[in-house]
Nanobody, 124 residues
Framework: QLQIVESGGGLVQPGGSLRLSCEVSVFALDNYGIGWFRQAPGMERDGVACISSRGDNIMYGDSVKGRFTISRDYAKHTVDLQMNNLKPEDTAIYYC?????????????????WGQGVQVTVSS
């Protein structure tokens, strides 16, 4: 059974930084593409960033390009999301998801496995 646990959320002031971590308990994590998504109240779930199983395909949502960085550590079975220059509109629940095809996309429908999510609040 694949399990996904996110950590690192919290409250930060505008312009600040947070680092989210996604730990995936599965054999052969390097077969999975991993994505980060977010959902604000009353909004649809949006793709934030994704990274392919080999790490050679990375994509970002337009609103976070240049501010967020996704990376994966195969030894630790984690995929991190470094978020810099945070804005109030980044406030949302952030979810980590795994895609067994290995490619990784920004389309939530492509992901079969999801974590419970972690709250990120950007406010002064």
């Amino acid at each position: 059974q694949l399990q996904i646990v996110e950590s690192g959320g919290g409250l930060v002031q505008p312009g600040g930084s947070l680092r989210l971590s996604c730990e995936v308990s599965v054999f052969a994590l390097d077969n999975y593409g991993i994505g980060w998504f977010r959902q604000a109240p009353g909004m649809e779930r949006d793709g934030v960033a994704c990274i392919s199983s080999r790490g050679d395909n990375i994509m970002y949502g337009d609103s976070v390009k240049g501010r967020f960085t996704i990376s994966r550590d195969y030894a630790k079975h984690t995929v991190d999301l470094q978020m810099n220059n945070l804005k109030p509109e980044d406030t949302a629940i952030y979810y980590c998801a795994a895609d067994a095809t290995g490619w990784g996309t920004l389309n939530a429908d492509d992901f079969a496995f999801w974590g419970q999510g972690v709250q990120v609040t950007v406010s002064s």
